[in-house]
């Protein structure tokens, strides 16, 4: 991996098309945590699911409605929710326009890890849903991730 310099722009960064989420891993050089940015059509969001892993969602663009435990609110450009692992959580845009948002996970990597096996997966296939494709829980499970029917 390149040394990071310290300056990210818009886009530069990993990025995996995930549906109509497209998500920008930027680099760092810690192991701490890792910083995703995003950007999503009306109605396009994470459902709700837990892990181990703390996740923190900067809203830079657009209107979102966030769950963290039983709490749902909107939060708009510069409004900020936390999910302490474990803790069940969802986020999706609102609209009317595309929305964006940093995320932040911690320890490093996990959240990154689960996405590229994901994108990886529908690559080798062609489509999630043929036949002998790993299904997303399945790979969510492997990651420590939860999907939660709600």
Same mark, same amino acid.
Request: glycine share 16%.
């Given at each position: ?26 680099p ?8 995703c940015?995003t !950007? !999503?059509? %009306?109605? !396009? ?6 892990h181990?892993?703390?996740?923190w ?7 979102y409605? !966030?769950?963290v ?19 069940p ?6 609209? %009317? ?6 995320g ?6 996990l959240?990154e890890?689960?996405v590229?096996?994901?994108?990886e997966s ?5 489509s ?5 494709? %790993? ?16």
């Open positions: 991996m390149t040394e990071a310099s310290g300056f990210f722009p818009v886009g530069e960064g990993k990025t995996y098309q995930l549906g109509q989420v497209r998500m920008t891993f930027k760092t050089l810690g192991g701490d945590y890792s910083l940015e !950007s !999503s059509v %009306p109605g !396009s969001g994470a459902g709700l699911h837990r181990a892993y703390d996740e969602h900067v809203i830079i663009e657009g209107s409605e !966030s769950r435990g039983e709490e749902v609110r909107t939060l708009g450009p510069g409004d900020m929710m936390f999910a302490p692992g474990g803790t959580h969802r986020i999706k845009n609102l609209g %009317p326009g595309v929305g964006r948002q940093l932040i996970t911690s320890p490093a990597g959240f890890a689960f590229a096996e994901v994108v529908q690559i080798d296939s062609g999630a849903s043929r036949q002998g494709v %790993p299904a997303l829980r399945d790979i969510a499970a492997k990651h420590g991730i939860e999907f939660i029917d709600a």
